[in-house]
Structures are given as C-alpha cells and as structure tokens.
C-alpha cells in the first residue's frame, strides 16, 4: 500500500482534476447530456491512462533536473523512493490502457490516438528549447477536450477545437504563473520559459491575457452551444476565480502561487463542466 501512495504522489495523480472535467465537458456537449456507460467508462480510462503516462514520463525525463532544484528535489524519484525501472513499468501499463480505451471507443479515437501520444511524450522537452513550452502543455491538454468530444461524435467538428483552445490559454496561462517560481533554476539550467526569458512582470501580463481570452472562448461555447443560465452563472464565476487567482500572484509577491496553481484552477474546471452539464439539461431555464 505504501508503495503504491508513493506511485501515485510521483505522478500527482490527484491532479487529473484540472484536464479530466474538460474531457467530461467534451462528452457533454458531444452528448448534449450524458454519455453512455460504456462511453463513460473508457473516457475516463484513457484520461487517467494518458495523465499517469504523461506525468511518468515528466519526472523520468526531468529526474536530473529535479534533483539540482530545491523545489523538486523530494519528489519520490530524485529522492530515491521509487526507481526508475518502477515508473517505466507505470509508463508502459499507462501506454497500453490508453491505447485499449482508444480502440474501445472508436476507430477515430483509436487512429488519432499516436498523434495524442507524440505530445503527451514530447512536450517535456519543449521547455529546453522554446519558451512557448507553457502553450505546448496547454495544447496538449486541450486533447482532453477535443478527444472527450470525438469519443461521443467520432468526429471533429468546430465545437470540439473551440473548447481545444479554451483548455490551451487557460492551462498556458496558469502554467506561467506557476513557472514564476523557477526563473533562477531555469536561467541556471539552460531551460526556456517566458519568466526566464522576459521576466516574471512580463509572464504575468500575459498570463492575464491568456485567462481573458479563455473566458472569451467559453463564452462563444456557451452562444454556439446554446447553454442556459446555469452556464453562464457557472461562466461569472470562473471569470471572478481567474481573476483572483491573477490578483494574488504578483512579480515582488509568490507566496500565495500554490493557492492560485492547486486550489483555484482545480476549482475552475469543475465549475465548468458542471454548469454547461446542467446548462444543458435546462437550455431554457
């Protein structure tokens, strides 16, 4: 039991609830109400397969890395409590789930499955050579959506690339708030991001913007999808939490970064995916 908390305290696994709501938001709307069991079932498998996949790779690739960073120097791997042969094992299980639950939706799902995996993979090492990495993990989440939507439709459609770039500036821009805290480790390392490179001022302007125009995005959502007031009371509310969650971080303050990072977004994506749920259910209301 004990090694199996430390499996999943090194792939965080307890946040898969910042993309897995947008995978259910996906289903929804694709749905126009619930899916199927069987749907339910295999989305959620490949979701949670695809997150445990990326965040194995994430701390085998970056383990080095980890260790020189006071920050994530006690995470189990560099701290030796779980090897590396153990979170390949994890890596390969999560692989093959991943690919079961694709080819149990359907045959699109299935196809377009290497695609996902070459950015679940490839990602991690974007932050060493581009400082557009924090918009690569966005896009890269954003899947999570679009995938939810082609589960249920087993087709791509303009809806499902709406809510690809809602999910793409909402996760980039928390992700350079979150990058704040590494500009000195990054600078030193040789690693790109957007604090590293053009200040933490700089970062979070844009992660400003980045939060704006999710908001704008969620907002045609709701027009093309013909969501009900629950929606857009839903919308209101993750637009005052961005807004918070922008105004506690700023350049000469991080202290509260944790709070705005864990907290508030995990809040935000079920917040979404709960009032476009029932935003459906009442179109009228």
């Given at each position: 039991?004990?090694q199996?908390k430390?499996?999943l305290?090194n792939i965080?696994?307890e ?15 694709a749905?126009?109400?619930l899916p ?7 989305i959620t498998?490949?979701?949670a397969?695809?997150?445990?996949l ?7 690739i970056d ?11 006690h995470r ?9 042969r153990a ?5 390969v299980?999560?692989f ?18 290497p695609l996902?995996?070459?950015f679940?993979?490839g990602?991690?090492?974007?932050k060493?050579?581009?400082w557009?990495?924090?918009w ?6 954003g899947?999570?959506?679009?995938g ?8 791509f ?11 793409t500036?909402w ?10 805290q590494?500009?000195?480790?990054d ?13 933490i ?9 980045n939060?704006?125009?999710?908001v ?5 959502v ?5 969501l ?8 209101i509310?993750?637009?005052i939490?961005l807004?918070?969650e ?7 303050d ?12 995990g809040?935000?994506s ?16």
């Amino acid at each position: 039991m004990r090694q199996v908390k430390v499996l999943l305290d090194n792939i965080r696994f307890e946040h898969t609830v910042f993309a897995l709501p947008f995978a259910y938001l996906g289903v929804t709307l694709a749905a126009r109400g619930l899916p199927t069991l069987w749907q339910f079932i295999w989305i959620t498998i490949a979701m949670a397969s695809a997150r445990t996949l990326a965040m194995s790779l994430n701390r085998l690739i970056d383990r080095e890395l980890d260790a020189r960073n006071p920050r994530t120097m006690h995470r189990p791997l560099p701290r030796g409590m779980i090897s590396a042969r153990a979170v390949n094992f994890i890596s390969v299980i999560a692989f093959a789930l991943f690919e079961f639950a694709a080819w149990q939706l359907n045959t699109l799902c299935f196809l377009l499955s290497p695609l996902a995996l070459i950015f679940l993979v490839g990602y991690h090492y974007t932050k060493r050579f581009t400082w557009l990495s924090h918009w690569i993990l966005g896009f890269t989440d954003g899947i999570a959506a679009a995938g939810g939507w082609i589960a249920v439709r087993a087709s791509f459609d303009p809806l499902a690339l709406l809510l690809w770039f809602a999910v793409t500036v909402w996760i980039g821009g928390f992700d350079l708030i979150y990058a704040c805290q590494d500009v000195e480790i990054d600078q030193r390392e040789g690693l790109q991001s957007v604090p590293a490179r053009f200040g933490i001022a700089t970062a979070l302007t844009l992660a400003r913007v980045n939060h704006a125009l999710t908001v704008l995005a969620l907002a045609v959502v709701g027009i093309v999808a013909q969501l009900g007031i629950a929606f857009w009371i839903g919308l209101i509310v993750v637009a005052i939490l961005l807004a918070y969650e922008n105004a506690i971080v700023k350049p000469n303050d991080l202290s509260r970064l944790n709070l705005a990072f864990f907290n508030v977004n995990g809040y935000i994506s079920v917040i979404v995916f709960v009032s476009a749920l029932f935003g459906i259910w009442f179109p009228h209301a």
